[in-house]
């Protein structure tokens, strides 16, 4: 089958991930019969560069053109101090809204082989977990009202945060049909002892789950989340955030596996899916071929399985990651002190145990 897949490699390590990628896509290829159109395109710090703005128009143009998109890194120490219109990381946020990505789903899952990495007690780290934090981006604070005004202690400035039932709805939806497909449990995060949207919100989640009966949902305080991650992650599957929380408890759920470089994420919503890793650019070792590819690549495999429905090749690259990990093969930073390998070593260990799979 054909399908095109746009590239965005971005800045910093982004390059080197997307190739990463590609080289563990072409082994799907050869090994499945496929034929992947692959479109690199500019985005970010590198296409502000080049051309003046972060997305450009041709950028756009091809992405609202491909099956499935693809992204590496955006953003680094360079571009930090231009106004908000310019930074790198615009680009990503105008991508999600011309294509009408509503949500971010963040997988966060602890080999059994990288237990020694966890930075969580033992006894905790030892049960394991593997939950998925699927949280709102298209409306609530990111979306709202905002700006400066002359309050009663001078200028002051102002992010709100705004939710209709409408848009708490098709996220809830979201999440739960994401529940039905793992273990069936959903726990909703939300301020609703303060925020009205909030309360809004637990109230929309309720509606929404009377439709999946077999789903368990809870509602917890976000601060209460943030203290059972640490201590008992284990208890979690689906965890359903509004964005003004979502990067908090993300983030941390994919802290505690052991390194941010194994996990992947998508952004959801319309006909379009949007896959990248979560570290960002981390633009202090890009080019010296030290980065671990292994989130790139497994964002690969969720685009395959989720915008493309190729599940058996998904499982494919996701089976040859948990044997190369086995094999005690590591990039630095899940090495724990001990032999490394490079990037570049790493990717071609994962291709070729999606061709001997």
Partial sequence: MDFNITLLPGDGVGPEVIDSA???LVAVQTKFGHDFNLHRMSIGGTALDASGVPLPNETLEDCKYADAILVGAVGGPKWDNLKPHLRPAKSIQTLRQELGLIANVRPAFLHEDLIPSCPLRPDVS??????????ETGAGIYRGERGYRDGAFGQEAFDTEV?????????????FEFAMTRNKKVTSVDRADLLESSRLWRATVDRVAKRYPEVTLRHMHVGLCAIQLIQNPSQFDIILTPNMYSDIISDEATAITGSLCMLSSCSLGGNKGLYMPIHGAMSGIAGKDEVNPIATILSAAMMLSTSL????????IENAVNKVLARGIRTKDIAAGKRHVSRSRMTEEIALAVLNG
């Avoid at 939710?163 to 999440?175: D, F, G, P, Q, R």
């Avoid at 429905?309 to 494919?316: G, I, M, Q, S, T």
């Fill in 126 to 135: 030892k049960k394991g977990f593997d939950l998925m934090v699927v949280s």
């Fill in 22 to 24: 590609v080289e563990v």
């Fill in 163 to 175: 939710y209709s039932i409408t848009e708490v709805e098709n996220i809830a939806s979201l999440a």
């Fill in 309 to 316: 429905k190729l599940v058996n090749e998904a499982y494919a």
